[in-house]
């Protein structure tokens, strides 16, 4: 009994692990994934797309977690054929913490070379594929990023040009720290300039992901003030009040 058990499990995480997704990859996000490295689950493609489509207003769309550019240069291109005017500002610390002298073998790159590849990756691939359109990239964490949003303060983006952050927030993508407890500071700073009608998105929240952050998604889903919009198979959530 004991060993059907276990067989039983295997074949039901092997299942949940291959979930079916709708995926509207085009020609150019295929042509963006050979060239911008970045750790994207096709099925976010749909959400991201469904979001801009629906946007409600031209107020700042909000990235959290940005690493190499991928996902701001997807919301780029579907803000572009959408005609859509709002405006990405990502938050990242650019400190990965995964790469220790002799971690991979004959690795010979620091930790800090590391971090600061990815992060001078990141500003190139967005001047590049994100032009004409600006996206301001600020290196600091999410909670930080936040307090400046309160404050409505004057910022320096990495690339030294000068912002005002703060006001209504049309859609954010939350895709940083995946503990619970920071997926859920996250939430609730958003949830303060949240417009209604606008978006929120968690990446890796679908349930076997393994991430703490999809702990979150029943609460959201018991939250009266949003509504979920699609899962495929993470969750985007609509505010309704």
């Not at 801009?52 to 990235?63: A, C, M, Y």
């Not at 405006?87 to 620091?110: E, H, M, Q």
């Not at 990239?137 to 936040?146: K, P, R, V, Y």
């Not at 009266?224 to 969750?235: G, T």
């Amino acid at each position: 009994m004991k060993l059907i058990y276990k067989l039983a499990t295997k074949v039901r995480n092997a299942v949940l692990s291959f979930p079916g997704y709708i995926d509207v990859t085009d020609e150019y996000i295929r042509h963006l994934l050979l060239v911008n490295p970045g750790l994207l689950h096709k099925g976010n493609l749909y959400c991201f797309r469904y979001a801009v489509q629906h946007l409600k207003s031209t107020s700042p769309i909000i990235e959290i977690g940005a690493f190499c550019g991928l996902s701001t240069n997807v919301m780029n291109y579907y803000l572009q054929r959408a005609k859509k005017k709002n405006t990405i500002y990502s938050c990242d610390p650019w400190k990965y913490g995964f790469v220790r002298p002799n971690s991979l073998g004959a690795f010979s790159v620091s930790e800090s070379e590391f971090n600061s590849f990815v992060r001078e990756t990141y500003i190139r691939n967005t001047n590049l594929f994100g032009k004409p359109r600006i996206s301001h990239g600020f290196q600091i964490l999410s909670n930080d990023f936040f307090k400046l949003w309160d404050k409505k303060q004057v910022s320096r983006d990495i690339t030294g040009r000068l912002v005002k952050l703060g006001g209504k927030i049309s859609f954010c993508y939350i895709d940083g720290d995946h503990s619970y407890k920071q997926a859920k500071k996250d939430f609730e700073n958003v949830g303060k300039y949240l417009e209604k009608g606008g978006f929120l998105f968690f990446d890796d929240s679908a349930p076997y992901s393994g991430c703490e952050c999809a702990d979150l998604m029943n609460e959201i889903l018991n939250n009266k003030n949003y509504k979920l919009i699609i899962k495929n198979p993470n969750f985007l959530f609509q505010k309704v009040i």
